[in-house]
Nanobody
Framework: QVQLVESGGGLVKAGESLRLACRAS????????IGWYRQAPGEQREALAI???????YYADSVKGRSTISRDNAANTVYLEMNNLKPEDTAVYYC?????????WGQGTQVTVSS
């Protein structure tokens, strides 16, 4: 079993930045993919930013150009930095990791952006 623990959420104002962190209980060098999803109230969970083992990265159109996913394998931690936050970024943000063919999820961290 893999534990994913997110941190860094909270209340921010529109235009501000924040950085989310997700620490895994297993060596992140062994993931096939790791990244972030989010779910807004009444909406489906959507993929936001995913880093794959081949070095490629996926960003949703909604955050492309103002978000960066990065990884510190020595700390088994993946980060999501988001800039120029908007009220529509308000959601619960979930860390996701794929070890082998098994997906794991964090418990989620709330991000609220006020206008």
């Amino acid at each position: 079993q893999v534990q994913l623990v997110e941190s860094g959420g909270g209340l921010v104002k529109a235009g501000e930045s924040l950085r989310l962190a997700c620490r895994a209980s297993r060596n992140t060098l062994r993931v096939n993919a790791i990244g972030w999803y989010r779910q807004a109230p009444g909406e489906q969970r959507e993929a936001l930013a995913i880093g794959r083992n081949d070095g490629s990265k996926y960003y949703a159109d909604s955050v492309k150009g103002r978000s960066t996913i990065s990884r510190d394998n020595a700390a088994n931690t993946v980060y999501l930095e988001m800039n120029n936050l908007k009220p529509e970024d308000t959601a619960v943000y979930y860390c996701y990791a794929l070890f082998g063919h098994t997906p794991y999820w964090g418990q989620g961290t709330q991000v609220t952006v006020s206008s």
